[in-house]
């Protein structure tokens, strides 16, 4: 059976006004990410410089645009040149890693500085758990040699592996 000609539409259907064009495949551009993190950074980590700039919003377009470049950079010399023979789910995975890593090298040397000095929630440096420990503050280090002074008390304890 063939269908009827006549029940055909004659038209294209009409889009309703609430669905989204096509510009909703389009992710948000990484400098206006990047920009938008940086700014959120700023505003928890270090007000008071961000107070003091006259043009916040060029800054971290700068900002934005600066880091992108080096992203690029870096990831090209992170993924390396490509290998012949490559799969192609490896070669995605190498070029995405490259992506990963460069992205987060930036944003940590360039994007989101530490604290200002004096910011009340400045992180403290952290001790150096190589370092000596002091017996008296509980804590002991991994590996305890026959000279260490509290090496004995433990003689006792189940949880130990000898080694």
Known sequence: MTPDPSSAPTSEPQLSSDVPSEDWLEAEPANSLIASQAR???Q???PNELAQMSDPQAFFEELSRQAQRQIEDLEAHLAGPDRPGEPYLEHLG????ARF???AVVMRELV???????HPEEESEEPDPRGTADPD????PVVMTADHPRYHELDDDPFLRRI
């Open 112 to 118: 989101l500085p530490p604290p200002e000095p004096g």
């Open 94 to 97: 190498r070029l995405r890693m």
């Open 137 to 140: 503050d509980g804590w002991l």
């Open 101 to 103: 890593d460069a992205t």
């Open 44 to 46: 928890t980590w270090r």
């Open 40 to 42: 959120a950074h700023w």
